[in-house]
């Protein structure tokens, strides 16, 4: 057996990557993951991807922001310093509203920005974890796991009878561009 962990099956076209995911999930080969340089329609429900929770993460930081806004300004014209603007009362709601609503915005927008970086890995200075180079140019890859499906021969030949122009057994998980 080979010390393979992944092997590659890189496509030209995005309509034979497709029907290569139809081949493998037919014969019950569980895909680890699917490569390509632009958006594909339809491949996250093919792929069982579940759907993105980060609406919920942009409201509960809108939210946030929204009662940040509205304590601070409470605090500061109510109780710390409360001034008597033209015979107004210091507690007058439609004059906190625009403000309110730009620091909901400045906490959505920073907490989706945050979220999306933690959960994607993408931090500041991190190298990309990409499976092969050719991904982000000009081909379709779909990644088995090689240690959860121990038939690559089976693997190699779905791949092959699905238009794939290259199969690769892979023995690093990523390649950096160092």
Not at 83 to 111: N, Q, R, W, Y
Not at 116 to 136: I, Q, S, W, Y
Not at 155 to 177: C, P
Request: net charge negative; hydrophobic share 45%; charged share 20%.
């Amino acid at each position: 057996m080979s010390n393979a962990k992944y092997i590659l099956g890189h496509f030209e076209d995005p309509d034979d990557l497709m029907h290569g995911i139809d081949q493998l999930q037919t014969n019950d080969i569980s895909i680890y993951d699917v490569f390509t340089p632009m958006p594909i329609h339809g491949i996250e429900a093919k792929l069982g991807v579940k759907r993105s929770r980060l609406p919920i993460v942009a409201f509960c930081c809108g939210l946030t922001g929204t009662i940040a806004a509205f304590s601070m300004i409470y605090y500061m014209l109510v109780i710390d310093w409360p001034i008597d603007i033209g015979g107004k009362p210091a507690f007058a709601f439609p004059d906190f509203v625009p403000i309110m609503f730009e620091v909901t915005v400045l906490f959505c927008s920073f907490g989706i920005v945050g979220m999306f970086f933690f959960r994607n890995h993408l931090f500041p200075g991190r190298a990309p974890r990409v499976m092969d180079l050719r991904a982000t140019n000009d081909r379709f890859i779909i990644a088995i796991d090689a240690k959860k499906n121990p038939h690559p021969d089976k693997i190699d030949s779905l791949l092959k009878g699905a238009g794939a122009v290259e199969v690769m057994h892979n023995d690093r998980k990523y390649v950096s561009y160092e």
